[in-house]
Structure formats: structure tokens, C-alpha cells
């Protein structure tokens, strides 16, 4: 049961360009959404994140909107740079109880940033 | 301020042996999490864990596998009579007690299994 979807599995986008990730989910018990970068050999690092109570988040480069009656959230990335090249995980989380301290993740994107 | 520290980086068992993954938690964080990461797959929740006290264990496997916190010392994952499937990369993630752990939390770089 994949609760959190990442239907691409693969962008490929030209420096300077801007990149968009999308993620779609289907429970609707999840309140708060994140994203981590990848890459190889190395854990995920987070990035940004967002609140169900919200509709966007930016931070820098980086901006994260959440369409909550479509269950969709999209990451852009502006503009897009060769070093942004990773795979790119969506996550969410459910609201209190033990539930807090669990993400469900999608099975990522390959995001290639050609210079 | 080192961060989330795990090892062995590369651990390799053969079939039916025990694996033992080890992670310390960046300083002043209380909560600890692991996850797994099949090849071709996202991660996948197994325990969350605060000292001495198993908060959520919903994701770990039924049989052989059991985790850990204690009062002193590094978090444990244990794995007993390893079998091919649980080859993977297993990540473990700390956060503060002071902040919502769906905050986003730090993550380690990894131990990668292989049993042959």
C-alpha cells in the first residue's frame, strides 16, 4: 500500500531551468510534508518542509506547494544548478500519537541538472 | 558537532549469522529512528525509539529483528539468522526532544548490508 507516490522516476532539466517534483499521497490523515535530497553513498538530508495548514513554503531556490483537496505537492527548484543533481524523496507524517515520529516516504525521483 | 554517526559503514553476513548496526545521535538528541532502504525503493519506517523506551515500532518485521536505546551508548539494530532480503541499506535519524520529530530530523550516512 504506497500511502506516498513519486510517479516519475527520473527528471532530466537544463541548468538555469526550473525543475518540478511532484507527489501525490492518499491519506488523508497526513498533516505535515517534506522533502529530502540524496545522493549516493550518503543518508538524505533534508530540505524543506510544510504544514497541511499552509498552501507554500519557500526557502531560497526551493519552494514546496501543497494542494490539499488534490492530495498533491510539488517541489521547485529555481534555478536549477548541476550540484542539485540527487535523488529527491517526498515525505509525510500523520498528526500526534506515535504517528508523529514516523514518515512514510516515495520511492524518489533522479533529478539530473545538465550544465 | 559531529552529526548522526553510524557503523559499520558496509557490514557483510553470510546466511544465518547475526548483524548488529550501531547509530549515536548527534548530541542532545533524544529520539532515534531507523529506516530501511530496499535497492530501487524510498525508505521505509521500522522503529522510532527514545531512551530506554520504544515509542513506535509498527515497521519492524515480526521475527529477527530488534532494536534498542539504552541510558548509555549508541542505539542498536539487531538482526538475527540474516537471510538475502534483509540485504539493504539500513539509516537511523535522531531529533532533539524539544522539536516536533516531523520537523524533519538528521539522518545518518548508512550502513549497507549484504548477506551472501
Redesign the interface.
Known sequence: DQQVKQNSPSLSVQEGRISILNCDYTNSMFDYFLWYKKYPAEGPTFLISISSIKDKNEDGRFTVFLNKSAKHLSLHIVPSQPGDSAVYFCAASGAGGTSYGKLTFGQGTILTVHP | NAG?MQNPRHLVRRRGQEARLRCSPMKGHS?V?W?RQLP??????MV?LQKENI??E??MPKERFSAEFPKEGPSILRIQQVVRGDSAAY?C?SSPPEK???????????TRLTVV
Open positions: 548522526v529520539h529512528y529506516y530501487e525503493e524510498g525508505l521505509k519506517f522510532y515509542i513506535d509498527s515497521g539509516f535519524a516536533p520529530p516531523n520537523y524533519g530530523y538528521t539522518f545518518g550516512s548508512g
